[in-house]
């Protein structure tokens, strides 16, 4: 969760990424392993992919493991 609010945070709220990440669900209790999922296609996560390169690094992992379920 934390990981999802920082990403939120660096972008603006007239961006492609931040109407994507706005869609997002949540599940799970937020006190230990809260999931956040975010329901896009695949141009969204590359687009979401791409930014989190160049603003926030630490989501990487995150994005890349939903591509990687998208195309599997």
Excluded at 8 to 32: D, M, W
Excluded at 35 to 41: A, G, N, P, S, W
Excluded at 52 to 67: K, N, R, V
């Amino acid at each position: 969760m934390r990981v999802y609010s920082d990403f939120l945070g660096r972008v603006t709220l007239e961006s492609r990424e931040y109407a994507v990440l706005k869609t997002a669900i949540g599940e799970g209790n937020p006190a230990t392993d809260h999931t956040v999922e975010i329901l896009c296609d695949a141009g969204d996560a590359t687009l979401l992919l791409k930014r989190a390169t160049e603003s926030y690094p630490e989501a990487l992992p995150f994005i890349q493991l939903g591509l990687d379920v998208c195309i599997a």
